[in-house]
């Protein structure tokens, strides 16, 4: 017998940092599948940054969220019923779905994951959006070339991790930014880069960052914005690449952000920053994630997952991201498999 069915939504636009009040807990019934589609139990659900712009209502790349309407984002989750051809119950599949215990979807949407292969988790990071958005930004915008210097920006978030440990492999000098001692210390003693810094305590990043880069900065994979990325921006190379994956210093400013004007830097020095959504690369894929397993199976890349226990978790979570409280991916664990 199937439990009650919940879900989150977003029932106020944040102003600032997101708060407990601005999202709502429904019972809803379970749906029942039609032909072409099947009933998936949320198993791991994942929080992410991009998230926040949705909650406002500009214009972006993707629409943003309606209020008093259920929020979507990545989710793993187990058939526990299937009309569909080719998705059998008990198979664990990955979706764009709702923040529910249990949603309906059509299984060309869906994608079947092996948990026998690696942790079903693992597709909502390191084999999943994450990863991914590293394996692209890093590789097609910043084109490492050994010697070079990276820096990475959110090093210890689910991305700036993986950017940085690609980097490695193509034999770069990787220095990681992020926002504890104890993230510093797992970057540089448990994935290998050079240098890291710890933007929260030092007293002058610039003066840290030409230390630690000693010959300028070839690439910079930038996950924050805000006044971390001025401070590199005005260490770059000529011919430097700037991939802008994320600007997470930035997303709950209530007032439009004023900082530096850069073109001059850029023209000077001949350098390449460019904007881009992991989307954008979709026909890539398969190419992106047979790669990221390799990297993974073989040890040149390692993972942490940060999980937090509880559906009703899971506004704590996504807060969470803002506060810098996850080393790694943040997830919310719902359930554990039924079969």
């Known amino acids: 017998m199937l439990e009650n069915n919940q879900e989150i939504r977003l029932i106020s636009r944040p102003k600032g940092m997101p708060r407990e009040e601005d999202f709502q807990f429904v019972e809803v019934p379970i749906p ?87 942790p079903a988790s693992l597709a909502l990071g390191v084999l999943g959006m994450p990863g991914l958005t590293a394996y692209f930004g890093l590789l097609d915008i910043g084109q490492p070339k050994a010697g070079e210097t990276v820096v990475v920006s959110g090093a210890a978030g689910a991305v700036g991790m993986v950017a940085g440990q690609i980097a490695k492999i193509k034999g770069c000098r990787v220095v990681g930014i992020a926002g504890s001692d104890q993230k510093v210390q797992y970057l540089t003693q448990e994935l290998g880069f050079d240098a890291a810094i710890n933007y929260k305590t030092t007293k002058d990043i610039r003066a840290d960052l030409k230390e630690a880069c000693p010959n300028g ?45 850069i073109q001059t830097q850029l023209l000077i020095n001949r350098a390449l920053m460019k904007g881009f959504i992991v989307s954008d690369y979709k026909p890539r894929f398969k190419e992106g994630l047979t790669q990221l397993a390799e990297w993974v199976r073989t040890g040149k890349i390692k993972y942490t997952e940060n999980i937090i226990e509880g559906f009703e978790n899971t506004p704590k979570a996504f807060i969470g991201l803002f506060k810098g409280e996850n080393v790694g991916k943040q997830l919310v664990k719902v359930a554990d498999r039924l079969g």
């Not at 770059?236 to 900082?259: M, T, V």
């Open 32 to 118: 029942e599948p039609r032909e072409g589609e099947v009933l998936v139990r949320t198993l791991y659900l994942s929080v992410d940054p991009y998230m926040r712009g949705r909650m406002t209502e500009r214009k972006s790349y993707i629409a943003p969220y309606r209020l008093n309407e259920v929020i979507t984002g990545g989710i793993v989750g187990e058939v526990v019923r299937s009309k569909a051809e080719g998705i059998a119950k008990g198979d664990v599949v990955l979706g764009e779905l709702g923040w529910r215990k249990y949603n309906v979807a059509k299984a060309k949407h869906l994608t079947k994951v092996s948990p026998h292969l690696a």
């Open 217 to 261: 900065v070839d690439i910079y994979f930038d996950n924050v914005g805000g006044e971390i990325s001025d401070a590199v921006l005005t260490l770059i190379n000529q011919g430097a690449r700037i991939p802008i994956c994320g600007q997470i210093a930035l997303y709950n400013l209530e007032k439009p952000d004023l900082g530096p004007r």
